[in-house]
């Protein structure tokens, strides 16, 4: 892939000021559920480690990295999509939009080792219940989440 088509992942307008709590409610899930903290925590190292980095050619490389290495199992995704983006669009990113990119790789890393468990219902259910909880998300998003 040449720098004039960097890829972006795409949220659902409705969901884009909700990722961080999405992926809080994610995580937690993943560690009441046993089902794969560990394995997805290892994966999402790099990640943490370019939001905390600041810098954004980190953050911007990283986000690439994920999307290439785990882009393919994000498709099956309702939430999300992965988009081609070209490079002038992709430089303009602010490090608040490319922070959120990365707390929706967290996610997604996280939502897609645990739905490749034997655990996924609970880790669905428990996911679900803890977004209602939050209340930031109404039924009928969490009934198009898990549907």
Known sequence: MDNNQLQYIK???QYADKVEQFEKCVVKAAKLTHAIADTAEKKCKQARMAMESGNIDVMRNTIQQYICQYGRDWSRFRDVRIQLVDGNTYAQLSAV???QQLHCVITLVYKDTALKTVNKEAFRECVKSLLKQSKMFTDQELD???A
């Open 97 to 99: 939009d490319l922070i």
């Open 11 to 13: 949220i659902q307008s």
């Open 144 to 146: 198009a989440m898990f």
